[in-house]
């Protein structure tokens, strides 16, 4: 190796330290330290009875019908979420693509919603669905109390997160969009293809790679929802998701070794529908990188 | 000829409507949480979406308030370190990333990839612990660690891909007059990449002014209390009557800024969002 060689290599190691150095020390080490305590009895408010117990915490939560609901619950907002994002996002970046006047004004109101915090859109469908505060029971004429029933609440939680989050899924696929050559759908046209042709044989397939970022990428976020369904219904009426048990165990209950057992098993979790997706998708995301 | 015509003219007059479609959806919870500020207490409950008369008697009520203040400057001042001490390392590793070769390119950008995939519930509980044995719980500086580690690979992402956009000729020429990597790129690369740097910054910012998680388990009071937080949690002059009109009136203060500088950079903050995923 040359000297110029083994200077860049040095100059490389560097600078990118820092960034590893800080990405390490607030994910990787917290998450050995979780799983650590996770082999413990370590509850803060009886910090005497504190000993090791091996995987006993992974057996009662994993026994726990808490466990088991929340997965379920987050699974159900997920696939709801994920897929009318897929298709209203599609929707919106072909209207997007196509739109020769008004495209910058559709752009930037999109973009609101990312903007929003949260914690505030969570709040303004909640006062919207409320029955005092609300309009759309008046806008419907209903009587609903919509966030104290099971199924209306996940409604109005899977609502706000498609609201929240169908704009960045709009982008990332308009950006896939503007990458499909013109001249291939120009051809098509000549040819006689249909619009619906075009968009089934040509741009679906040219697509794909995008479609399975942007969904992989809103998956994984849709799973760690937590400030809406805390904000909404805090896990009441069994909307209760992983995020909101970890949270309740740790940090309410302060019960350390199990809920650090909980944070270890949604880790686990995660690392499944990622690799479920890369197994699935694996050449695609090489070919798109 | 006149029937073609006619069914282009259809076809625009639908792709408008689809349009109006789209920005009202965009639009509309934002207009409502500005009409609930606007609206005075006795018509909180008139299940109607506009004010009928309007009133600022909500936004001075959240400004006098004690908590509301507090958690403003919480929060600005979080995010802008976040923002600062993120922006900075992640512009030395996408450079590393995109023009140096080294065996540490691959374990960098899957160490990103695993981030930006990472589950914050199941570190925030181990967070919860070491913060209070560090004394770092309730503090500013607890809260911009986590930030600054999670939003490390958009940051890097958005750089790499705007570094790439960078001609190497233009490197090249810098290294023949004699120029080492490290003034190359402090001096022809950063000056150049300064839209790519304001587009990661505003992208961090976003994230750390956005947070809940991590803001509602590793605080306790106004000392480090964010905005987020302060919002959720307000409560009124009795416990019992939720202030919505105050709730509305802090959200739009915290909202409308960030809308207007996102809108006003729209073109860089949608190539930044979309770097990672599409190009790269």
């Known amino acids: 190796m040359t000297e110029r060689g083994r200077a860049e290599r040095r100059l490389g190691w560097w600078l990118s330290a820092p960034a590893l150095v800080a990405m390490a020390l607030v994910t990787v080490y917290p998450i050995a330290y979780a799983f650590w305590l996770s082999l413990f009895r ?6 005497e009875q504190r000993g090791f117990v091996g995987w006993a915490n992974y057996a009662s939560v994993l026994s726990s019908p808490v466990w088991w609901q929340a997965l379920t619950n987050t699974l159900l907002i997920t696939a709801a979420s ?4 897929l298709v209203l996002g599609f929707a919106m970046a072909l209207l997007m693509h196509r739109a020769t006047v008004g495209r910058r004004t559709v752009r ?15 709040l303004a469908w909640k006062f919207a669905f409320d029955p005092t505060t609300g309009f759309v029971n008046a806008l419907l004429g209903l009587q609903q109390s919509w966030l104290t029933e099971r199924w209306s609440a996940f409604l109005v939680i899977i609502a706000t997160e498609i609201w929240k989050t169908t704009p960045f899924m709009a982008l990332l696929l308009l950006a896939g969009l503007t990458l499909i050559p013109e001249d291939l759908q120009r051809a098509a046209r000549v040819d006689g293809a249909s619009a619906w042709q075009r968009l ?18 809103r998956t994984l976020d849709a799973v760690r929802i937590f400030d809406t369904v805390y904000v909404q219904t805090r896990g009441g009426q069994n909307t209760e ?9 740790l940090i309410v209950r302060l019960n350390l070794g199990l809920g650090s057992a909980v944070a270890a098993l949604i880790f686990v979790v995660v690392a499944l ?17 | 000829m006149t029937g073609r015509t006619s069914a282009r003219r259809l076809g625009m007059l639908g792709e408008s409507a689809a349009m109006l479609a789209v920005v009202a959806y965009a639009l509309a919870p934002l207009a409502w949480i500005v009409s609930l500020s606007l609206k005075r207490p006795g018509d909180l409950n008139d299940g109607r979406f506009l004010p009928q008369a309007v009133t600022l008697e909500n936004y001075r009520a959240v400004f006098n308030d004690v908590q509301f203040p507090a958690a403003l400057w919480n929060s600005i001042g979080i995010a802008s370190m976040a923002t600062v001490v993120s922006v900075v390392p992640a512009a030395f590793a996408a ?5 140096l070769s080294f065996p540490g390119r691959r374990l960098l950008l899957a160490g990103a990839l695993a981030i930006a995939m990472f589950p914050p519930a199941a570190i925030v509980g181990p967070l919860f612990n070491l913060w209070r044995a560090l004394g770092l719980f309730d503090t500013w500086l607890g809260l911009v660690l986590p930030y600054v580690s999670l939003t490390l690979p958009l940051a890097i992402w958005t750089l790499s891909a705007y570094f790439r956009t960078i001609p190497r000729d233009l490197d090249q020429a ?7 990597p490290f003034q190359t790129l402090r001096y022809v690369i950063a000056p150049l990449a300064a839209p790519g740097l304001f587009t990661a910054a505003i992208l961090v910012f976003i994230f750390a002014w956005n947070d809940f998680l991590f803001a509602t388990a590793l605080t306790s009071t106004r000392a480090a209390r964010t905005v987020p937080v302060a919002i959720a949690f307000f409560t009124g002059s009795s416990q019992f009557e939720l202030p919505t009109g105050a709730i509305a009136a802090a959200s739009v203060v915290v909202t409308l800024p960030v809308i207007v500088l996102v809108v006003l950079c729209q073109r860089h903050i949608v190539s930044g969002l979309t770097a990672g995923a599409v190009k790269g």
């Not at chain 1, 930037?108 to 969570?122: E, G, K, N, Q, R």
């Not at chain 1, 089934?200 to 399975?212: D, E, G």
């Not at chain 1, 998701?241 to 165990?249: G, I, K, N, Q």
């Not at chain 1, 529908?273 to 050449?283: D, E």
């Open chain 1, 42 to 47: 370590h509850d803060l408010r009886f910090p």
């Open chain 1, 82 to 85: 994920v897929a009318v994002e």
């Open chain 1, 108 to 122: 930037a109101s999109i973009l609101v919603p990312y903007a929003i915090i949260t914690v505030v859109a969570a």
């Open chain 1, 200 to 217: 089934r044989r040509i741009t679906l397939p040219l697509m794909k790679p995008t479609i399975a970022v942007a969904v992989l990428f």
């Open chain 1, 241 to 249: 998701t992983l995020s909101l048990v970890a949270y309740d165990t």
């Open chain 1, 273 to 289: 529908i990622a690799w479920g997706f890369l197994r699935s998708f694996g050449v695609s995301l090489e070919e798109s990188r």
């Open chain 2, 95 to 99: 450079y590393a990333i995109v023009r």
């Open chain 2, 174 to 180: 810098a290294r023949v007059d004699g120029a080492t």
